[in-house]
């Protein structure tokens, strides 16, 4: 391995609270007659956090919360993709682009507030320290470069990452264009890169570039991603086994896993 490229949302932070707040707040106000404008935040926490790793962008936060409001069930990647595409595509644009809006302001007007929903996985920070060297770090995030850059140096390690190995959304919808910007960037072939995401969608479509892929266990799948990565020939990796797994010489043709 070469470089180490990761997702930002479930493999360093705790973001789970963050992306719900802002989403809840995007969405009754881009619905203000909605049913969620009369329901506790904790009863919808949990639902939302389960269909999570069912999406890919922003806009899918306001897809999970549709599904929720109308009690939709919705139980593997084959359902959600077919709710998602019944929704009005311009719905879908206009929450994306109004979440962060209001992101922004809640991150501009109470930066201590936005912080503190989204904590680092501090353990998974300290193997990205004693490994620094010897890997290039990258980051592939489906979240704005200035929140991620911000987040990094509140955590003390916005110096493991080259700016230039930092892309956000604007690098492209799915996280294969965030890899092959930094193929063409950094001049490794593909099978020198090592992905850790925690959705499985995103490791099915970057591992088709021959990039070894790994599920973030720490992040916010459950056993039915899990199992899914593991059917399908990715590493999972909890949280106190990454160091070993990730950081250990990658397997030969035709070795185990």
């Known amino acids: 391995m070469k470089a180490l490229v990761l997702d930002f949302d479930g ?18 106000q881009l ?7 009369k329901r506790e935040p904790k009863e919808l926490y949990q639902g939302f956090v389960e269909l999570m790793p069912l999406g890919n962008r922003a806009e899918d936060f306001g897809v999970a919360l549709r599904a929720l409001e109308g009690g939709t069930k919705i139980s593997d990647q084959e359902t959600y993709n077919a709710f998602y595409g019944a929704l009005d595509p311009g719905w879908r644009r206009e929450f994306h682009r109004l979440f962060y809006e209001v992101r922004a302001a809640f991150a501009a007007e109470d930066p201590l507030g936005w912080r503190a929903l989204l904590p680092p996985y501090r353990a998974f920070l300290e193997v990205l320290r004693r490994h620094a060297g010897e890997v290039q770090l990258a980051i592939a995030s489906a979240k704005d470069s200035a929140s991620v850059r911000v987040l990094l140096e509140s955590y003390g390690v916005k110096e493991l990452f080259r700016p230039e190995l930092i892309l956000d959304k604007e690098a492209g919808v799915h996280k294969t264009s965030h890899l092959q910007h930094l193929h063409r960037l950094l001049g490794f072939p593909y099978k020198d890169f090592t992905f850790v995401d925690d959705k499985v969608n995103h490791l099915d479509a970057v591992s088709q570039l021959g990039v070894r892929c790994a599920l973030a266990a720490w992040g916010y ?14 590493l999972v990796c909890a949280l106190n086994e990454a160091e ?14």
């Open 11 to 28: 493999v360093i932070a705790q973001s789970a609270p963050e992306s719900f707040r802002v989403a809840l707040r995007t969405y009754r």
């Open 221 to 234: 799948n459950g056993p039915r991603e899990r199992a899914l990565a593991h059917a399908h020939g990715h």
């Open 244 to 257: 070993t797994m990730l950081f250990a010489s990658s397997p030969g043709p035709g070795e185990k896993r």
């Open 31 to 37: 619905n203000p007659g909605s049913a969620l404008a």
